[in-house]
């Protein structure tokens, strides 16, 4: 007689350590161990040490507001500081200044999925070698998860070691004192006030009938390849 596997089948007794199910821990066993990880305040350190989380909801449709971030200029209009965006000579990527860096060029390769409406953006200062800065994007139909017409948007970054030291001294501006690292504390609030920025033109756009893809950012840019 065969039996039919089933849920963690494979490992001795079908218990690990540290893993909660019900058929181990019932609710009133379990229902303590939750309330105990709720907190009316939690450490800074706690919520944003490893990953920087934002999300918000946007009045556009999601489809316009997908198409608007995979274009890489669009990060010229909704963030804080990233400006002069230009094509490189390398297919795809793009470098651009950034402004919070003072002499700090920027640079950027965006990989989109339409199926999944996810957007990436690959960036690093200084040098576009090693894109290791990656800001993940995902757009999700606001009427699946909130039944009303528009848009979440989810971006989640992850603290990767280089932020605490700068990988690539040698392509650094001299005189630079800042390195992107410094300012990781302050991730959770800047990029809140980059998805507000990014609403407010969705919305803008969206409720005066316009294009979220302004037709700027579709015209080819002057490029002088790079020697």
């Given at each position: ?14 218990v690990i350590p540290g893993v909660v199910r019900i ?187 316009l294009p979220l893809t302004p037709a700027w950012m ?10």
């Amino acid at each position: 007689m065969t039996t039919t596997p089933c849920a963690l089948s494979d490992l001795p007794d079908g218990v690990i350590p540290g893993v909660v199910r019900i058929e181990t821990s019932d609710r009133e066993a379990t229902t303590p161990v939750i309330l105990d990880m709720l907190r009316s305040v939690y450490p800074h350190e706690q919520m944003f040490g490893q990953y920087c989380t934002v999300h918000g909801y946007i009045a556009a449709p999601p489809d316009g507001v997908y198409d608007y971030l995979a274009h890489t200029r669009s990060l010229e209009e909704w963030t804080y500081s990233l400006r002069g965006f230009a094509p490189t000579d390398q297919p795809g990527l793009w470098s651009a200044h950034d402004r919070l860096g003072s002499d700090t060029t920027i640079y950027t390769r965006t990989v989109a999925h339409p199926e999944a409406r996810t957007v990436d953006y690959h960036c690093a200062w200084d040098q576009g070698e090693h894109l290791w800065m990656i800001y993940l994007m995902r757009v999700v139909d606001a009427q699946t998860v909130l039944d009303k017409p528009g848009t979440v948007v989810l971006w989640t970054n992850c603290h990767h070691p280089f932020y605490d030291r700068n990988p690539y001294p040698h392509t650094a501006p001299p005189d630079r004192r800042a390195w992107v690292g410094d300012f990781w504390d302050m991730f959770a609030a800047g990029h809140r006030l980059e998805l507000n920025n990014l609403t407010a033109l969705c919305e803008y756009r969206a409720r005066h009938r316009l294009p979220l893809t302004p037709a700027w950012m579709s015209e080819p840019p002057p490029w002088t390849p790079s020697a």
